[in-house]
């Protein structure tokens, strides 16, 4: 009997360190930083505001470079430039959201 329950506990052992190398594993993570200042330079882009019908969006901010057809319902179309995208409920913009660029130098810290 001694010999079953010294296997039980070695087992039990080896699962515990194998489930704790894992968690080590997981738990890190990429983490990026951007100064605050950089957070909020999507405010400064000009993007149509909200209820714009699509024919003054095009008059101001000109051709898309890639609209997306309307799907669903009620339908959500989208029209690509090259610094937001624009989203419409049938022919009125709902959302405008700027394009995330990333910097060349921007921070990278590793999480440990």
Do not use: C, R
């Not at 968690?23 to 882009?45: C, L, S, Y």
């Not at 057809?69 to 090259?82: L, R, T």
Request: no cysteine.
């Amino acid at each position: 009997m001694g010999t079953l329950k010294n296997t039980s506990q070695t087992l039990f052992i080896w699962l515990l360190a194998a489930s704790g190398i894992s968690v080590a594993a997981v738990t890190q993570a990429e983490q990026i930083k951007v100064p605050i200042g950089q957070q909020t330079a999507a405010q400064e882009i000009k993007m149509p505001s909200k209820g714009m019908n699509k024919t003054k969006v095009q008059a101001i901010f000109g051709e898309p470079l890639e609209t997306t057809p309307a799907k669903g319902q009620p339908p959500i179309s989208s029209w690509k430039y090259a610094e937001f995208i624009v989203y419409f409920e049938h022919e009125h913009v709902i959302h405008s959201v700027a394009i995330f660029k990333p910097q060349k130098d921007q921070e990278i810290i590793l999480k440990e």
